[in-house]
């Protein structure tokens, strides 16, 4: 992106530099020598960062400033340390990455086991047996979703828990699995 004087300028907009010269809305037709003469300067765009690891703002250049989500809760105090406290006297909890994935996992799971428990409520209305194949299933989620738990409360660093989301892939760059964080049973 080009920039002039740290502010992104934008492609289709006339912009006005420090002198009060006006430049038109197409100058960017201009060669590269000739954006450079007039002040201004190209700037790698930086990648937005992801919104699930990190808290951004963007600034008015296209940079962004970052600042990594906590993985661990933290207790809330008031910017003199005093302790901030519920209704009920009870200090307040910033949850971090690990506890809202956590939670996360076990809605996941609730919801995967839901589409299956029909045959528990017929077995109980009727005495029809659930069939193996959903039982089965459901061992394998409840199974899948401990070792996601474990996987997420394992977690030393910010690094670790974005490992979890990396897809695992073959020589040639072709998906060979699921992220550890979506490796759910096949639906049945």
């Known amino acids: 992106m080009w920039t002039y004087n740290g502010k ?3 492609e289709g907009r ?3 530099d420090d002198n009060g010269v006006q430049h ?3 100058w960017a037709i201009w060669s590269e020598d000739e954006k450079v ?6 700037t790698a765009p930086q990648t937005k960062p992801d919104e699930r690891f990190y808290w951004f703002s963007q600034n008015a250049d296209g940079t962004y400033v970052i600042t990594p ?3 661990e809760d933290t207790k809330r105090t ?3 340390g005093v302790p901030l406290l519920d209704d009920n006297g009870v200090q307040m909890v910033t949850k971090g990455l690990k506890s809202n994935w956590i939670a996360q996992i076990k809605q996941t799971q609730g919801s995967l086991l839901a589409q299956t428990d029909w045959a528990y409520i017929r077995k109980t209305d009727t005495g029809i047996a659930v069939p193996a194949y959903i039982q089965t299933y ?4 409840r199974l899948a979703a401990g070792i996601i738990e474990g996987q997420i409360a394992a977690c030393a660093d910010l690094d670790a828990f974005k490992a979890l989301f990396v897809v695992p892939t073959d020589a040639d760059g072709n998906p060979t ?3 550890p964080i979506y490796n759910w049973p096949d639906s049945i």
């Open 24 to 26: 038109p809305a197409n």
């Open 177 to 179: 699995g699921n992220a």
């Open 138 to 141: 459901r061992d394998e989620v």
């Open 8 to 10: 992104r300028i934008r």
């Open 78 to 80: 008031t910017h003199a």
């Open 69 to 71: 989500k906590r993985l």
């Open 14 to 16: 006339a912009w006005t």
């Open 37 to 42: 003469a007039h002040g201004l300067v190209w």
